[in-house]
């Protein structure tokens, strides 16, 4: 047995807890026996202990699958060992059994036990162990242990040991309370609001028009970032393809199929006029007619929808044609938008509130026609490219060239350089599986068909590998003479608010200098239109009457401090929110209590570990 070390167990984290009732239940239902073989053919039953309480290899398996089953259930897919171990799910499964044994050492030594009353009243409420009558059934509760790999005397004490766990976690976090001067310091910085006035500066603001560049400017700007005008290494491949697009102008197209397709899609293109509309229904005529009565006089529709007991979302019927609408066709779509009108409809009695009047449309055959034959000339080109693809790949098995697929299949050459990870202009580099091919794509490599996702297919040959090398100027200079304006434009901004910060600083008003955004008030966690995030936390490190200069990326401002609202001392919002950080930091004392607990017990009690036991239950994690 080897000794415990940094590398074996990890020390519990903050917030790691003992299981509960519900662990094991869950355990029951969940997952499967657990056994592990040693290497000798024998039946491994531990590996390791803490103190006097051994380290079951089941509960260690057990706690591996739960650990999978977790993540796998929070990323939606599979996890399976391998990957299980490269997130550390082993280590940290490990760690919460050598804990849980620490507690239960530690609760026999200080004789903490439940009885056997509470053990089956437990057992009595799991779900699991239930017959069709929702009351224990003994031959369930059996099946299910036996199903899972648990006698009754494993999982009964199981749960003992739960009950035990639970209440000296109950002992260790209890009883804590946030100090109230702490909760008030972080309640009066949180929920603090301010009031400010913004200056967004523009081109428009400068008071002299930018000039352009010089060619020695430019010039200096191209060699000074010589990295942003640089092309990275690339491969240089050829390749032959077959699109659908390329095709489709050669493809047949037949009048009767044309006519027969637009007969079949008519709703595309035969829409009726239709209306946005709201419907309150009544439960009589005079009820609706007396509340036509109350909008008639000025009531708003919203008013009386919330007398009704309603919500706007609750009454919204959409768009609607004449013909939908039925007996309240007519009116409602002789009303005016906004307007209110009082008919029938299939629940009884309403009103309906006519939103917005949505034109209808009637493309003819004729009209529809050229888009229609496009799609299907790109259809039957799809198809006789399918067609073709078995012979390329006989082609390319062959040892046919590039050329010669271009000759004998109508496939169209191209070469392209490269970048890895990146997608090029040309048409074929839009392909995802085109430029996954490329990225993979090495010197030797055969050539074969890859199937791209509008049905065409290409196929490729390395050439060569085209070093990195800086781009001619001449190749870039419209590229370049943009980066320089915009640096020109930043550092003329960035001035300009210099000389506007002064002159407010001396006295002007702030509307004399540009246009003004005033924001009564805003707290921590609000935004600032069309501004960066970093612009909210400037302005909360600012004192009122202060007038600062922000600058990030392309957006500089001009920002004074208007006000400091203090933290509102009453009211529900301010009970809610004083609570709800009160109840973080008891719970963070709460669990960092009980990591301490944990480790000072696991640490004192003396732990002994079967490194190869544990290879072993690791190796049998499927």
């Known amino acids: ?41 024998g039946t491994i039953v531990n590996i390791g202990s803490v103190g006097d309480v051994d380290i079951p290899a089941k509960s260690y398996g057990r706690a591996i699958q739960q650990q999978m089953a977790t993540i796998s259930q929070q990323l939606g897919l599979q996890v399976d060992a391998a990957t299980a171990q490269a997130f550390g799910l082993f280590n940290q499964a490990l760690s919460s059994v050598v804990t849980a044994a620490a507690l239960d050492n530690e609760a026999q030594k200080i004789g903490l036990s439940v009885g056997d009353e509470t053990v089956a009243a437990e057992i009595r409420k799991q779900a699991a162990f239930q017959g069709t009558a929702g009351a224990f059934d003994r031959q369930a509760y059996t099946m299910v242990l036996d199903r899972n790999g648990w006698t009754e005397e494993e999982y009964e004490e199981s749960l003992r040991g739960d009950a035990a766990r639970s209440l000296l976690q109950g002992a260790v976090t209890g009883g804590f309370i946030a100090p109230a001067a702490t909760t008030d310091a972080l309640y009066a910085w949180a929920a603090e609001r301010r009031g400010f006035s913004l200056i967004r500066l ?17 010039k200096a700007w ?25 095709i489709a102008k050669d493809q047949p197209v037949d009048e009767a199929t044309l006519r027969k397709l637009y007969d079949e899609r008519i709703d595309e293109f035969v829409v009726p006029e239709r209306r946005l509309v709201e419907r ?64 029938e409809s299939d629940l009884g009695p309403a009103l309906f509130r006519v939103n917005a009047a949505l034109d209808g449309q009637n493309i003819s055959f004729e009209d529809a026609r050229a888009d229609l034959a496009a799609e299907m000339q790109v259809d039957a080109a799809k198809r006789a490219i399918a067609a073709k693809i078995e012979g390329i790949d006989d082609l390319l098995a062959g040892g046919a060239t590039l050329e010669e697929l271009a000759r004998d299949e109508g496939m169209e050459l191209g070469t392209l350089d490269h970048v890895p990870g990146r997608q090029g202009d040309e048409k074929i580099a839009g392909y995802q599986a085109f430029r996954e091919a490329a990225d993979k794509l090495k010197e030797g490599d055969f050539a074969e068909a890859i199937i791209l996702d509008d049905g065409g297919v290409v196929t490729m040959e390395y050439v060569e590998t085209v070093a990195s090398a800086p781009i001619p100027l001449d190749e870039v200079r419209e590229a370049v003479a943009e980066a320089w304006r915009a640096d020109a434009l930043a550092r003329a901004l960035a001035a300009q608010a210099q000389t506007f910060k002064a002159a407010a600083e001396g006295g002007a008003a702030l509307g004399t200098l540009g246009i003004v955004d005033r924001t009564a008030e805003i707290g921590r966690d609000g935004t600032v239109r069309a501004a960066p995030d970093g612009l909210l936390s400037e302005i909360f490190a600012m ?4 007038i600062r200069i922000f600058e990030e990326g392309d957006f500089v401002a001009l920002v004074r401090l208007d006000a400091v609202a203090p933290a509102a001392q009453s009211g529900e919002g301010a009970d809610a929110m004083k609570a709800a950080i009160a109840g973080q930091f008891e719970q963070a004392f709460a669990e960092d209590a009980f990591a301490a607990f944990a480790a000072a017990v696991t640490a004192g009690a003396g732990i002994a570990l079967d490194q190869s036991a544990i290879n072993a239950v690791n190796a049998s994690v499927q």
């Open 202 to 218: 523009s081109e428009a603001d400068l008071a002299e028009t930018l000039p352009g560049p010089t060619d020695d400017e430019l």
């Open 280 to 343: 309150l229904v009544y439960p009589d005529a005079a009820a609706r007619d007396a509340a036509m009565a109350e909008a008639a006089a000025g009531a708003r529709f919203e008013d009386l929808v919330a007398a009704r007991g309603l919500t706007l979302d609750a009454i919204d019927l959409g768009d609607l044609s004449e013909q939908d609408l039925g007996a309240a066709g007519a009116a409602v779509f002789a009303a005016e938008e906004g307007e209110v009108v009082a008919a």
């Open 222 to 246: 191209y060699d000074g970032h010589i990295a942003d005008f640089t092309r990275p290494e690339a491969t240089r491949l050829r390749y032959a393809a077959l699109l659908p697009d390329a």
């Open 1 to 41: 047995m080897a000794k415990d070390s940094d590398d074996d167990v990890k020390k519990p984290k903050r917030g790691e807890r003992t299981a509960g009732w519900i662990v094991t239940g869950l355990l029951v239902l969940g997952l499967g026996g657990f056994g592990v073989q040693s290497f000798t053919g």
């Open 543 to 546: 004192k009122e009457g202060e």
